[in-house]
């Protein structure tokens, strides 16, 4: 397995603009599975997905874990927004 982290998906310099992208043995090319971790939209973080990230590209799946901002730092619909410039992102550019 091979993990990329910290990739950005919007400004670099926004807190929480980030992915970790878990990559099979083999490189690219498989099924892209794009996971946001729970937490109440208060807290958790994309590190926290690394054994789902293993077991995924075990079973020849890439895992794209991305970042967003939470509440109280932003309110409704601004962790949803992160969510789907994140999945416009995602699925552009990573194939």
Do not use: N, W
């Not at 208060?42 to 690394?50: A, C, H, P, R, Y």
């Amino acid at each position: 397995m091979k993990i990329l982290t910290d990739l950005p998906y919007t400004d670099p310099l926004r807190h929480h603009g980030c992915f970790d992208l878990y990559l099979p043995d083999g490189g690219t090319g498989r099924t892209l599975v794009i996971f946001f971790y729970g937490g109440g939209l208060t807290q958790g973080e994309k590190s926290d997905l690394k054994s789902l990230g293993r077991e995924m590209t075990d079973a020849g799946f890439c895992l794209a874990a991305p970042d967003y901002r939470y509440y109280p730092e932003v309110d409704y619909p601004a962790f949803i927004d992160d969510a789907a410039q994140a999945v416009d992102y995602l699925t552009a550019h990573v194939r």
